[in-house]
């Protein structure tokens, strides 16, 4: 078999591996879920980014309307907490629509991973909460300010220490508070479902050749 | 590489010439794996109740006297073909955070470790809540566990699996005739030793190209390869260097 064949079976089994991480991301997501609209009806989505955001895999499982959306919102979380200022056990959060997935419904965290200190890769997951606030699923809010609570870019858990204060502002506006924290502590498992995946694979396959993810052609 | 099921044995040669396996075994009744996989099973009997309830609002006592009932009840059905063998019980309860939709089964002490009491109870939400970070990443901190469904699983010992020896041949067995086989590799039909599995012993060893006949499946035996029994009568095949 010639070499040429064999990197290109080497490459597909790589891009297997990277999917099933997401896929295994996606479905922590729908197992840990409190509320149905993730759990039952799959409104989520999760995928894995390089290390300046751009988005390498996306979960099978899960909803176009904002995996799309999700692929340029880790740049955007990258612009508000650049890579450099991040540490091992952080995770970020935001539901702002137009930094988000699109409106205030949707939760988007994002984990960044971490291998010898640097960091090699960021997840992201989201997944639309039942309530937060406002005047609730409706279309008869004038503006965005009557839709709901706006978290903007903020460190939920610093160096691994979850930041309940985040949570009781959310839990506080929201008709279901505890499916909305429950639903957002998800997507932090959702994460580090896939980052520990990521770290196992990284050990299992060691890519000598060409770095991590992200530093390969960067 | 192990080949079973009817194809696999057919096919199992030439896909590890292929990756450069050089040992494949085909275990006997390869073809019936199922059947003899479903008749050697220990045979058990497994009793769920649903019941949605948070678990440390539950009486210790109606727990006890709950699983105790659906042990009786597995028993009956597993006593009237254990035919007097050891008997194993398995204790689970699905458990989720109060909220969710999905759960984890956790594993209760067996019954001989005494009754269920409050105590039992707090070590199965520590059981859960251990399990969960252990999947997950995290606990959810004040949040109830709840239980969805108590499950009971009464069963004889399984079979543990024992080595077998593969001795080696001290006489070739020829074939009883041959058949014309294509042999992709050349692109023409080269004539194939055949032999029927039922007559081989253990210490004889066939060559390839063969076939090796039984009443489920047919092994191909690739050119270059020569194979045995073991004592049980698994078939080893393996490529000469």
Known sequence: ?218 | MVAFGGAAPLHAGRLAQKLGITRVMVPAGAGVGSAIGFLRAPVAFEVVRSDLSVLLKMDAQEVEDRLQAMHDEALAVVQTASAGAALRVLRLAELRYAGQGHELRVRLPPPTDGPIVRGSLEALVEGFETAYEQIYGLRIPDCDVEVVTWSVTVSTEPQAAQAVALPPSIQHRDAVSTRPVWEPALGEQRPFGLHWRFDLRTREHITGPALVAEDETTIVIPAGWVARLDEQGHLMMEAQA
């Open chain 1, 1 to 218: 078999m010639s070499t040429q064949m064999l990197h290109a079976i080497r490459t597909q089994v790589m891009w297997n591996r990277l999917i099933s991480v997401v896929e295994e991301q996606a479905q922590a997501l729908l197992r840990t879920a409190f509320g149905s609209v993730a759990r039952e009806a799959g409104d989520l989505s999760a995928g894995v980014y390089d290390t300046q955001g751009r988005m390498l895999a996306q979960a099978v499982t899960g909803t176009p309307g904002h995996v799309n959306t999700m692929a340029v919102a880790v740049a955007h979380f990258l612009q508000r907490f650049p890579l450099e200022s991040l540490t091992a056990g952080d995770v970020l959060v935001t539901n702002d629509p137009w930094m988000g997935t699109g409106h205030l419904f949707d939760f988007v965290v994002v984990t960044p991973v971490f291998m010898d200190q640097r960091p090699v890769a960021l997840f992201a997951s989201t997944c639309h909460t039942i309530d937060v606030g406002g005047r609730g699923f409706t279309a008869d809010a004038a503006s965005v300010f009557e839709e709901g609570t706006c978290i903007p870019h903020l460190k939920l858990v610093r160096a691994g220490a979850l930041n309940e204060d985040v949570l009781a502002i959310i839990q506080a506006n929201s008709r279901n508070p505890i499916e909305a924290r429950g639903d957002i502590l998800s997507l932090v498992s959702s994460n580090e479902v896939g980052s520990r995946r990521l770290i196992e694979d990284d050990a299992r396959v060691q890519t000598r050749a060409s770095g991590r993810f992200g530093r390969a052609h960067s």
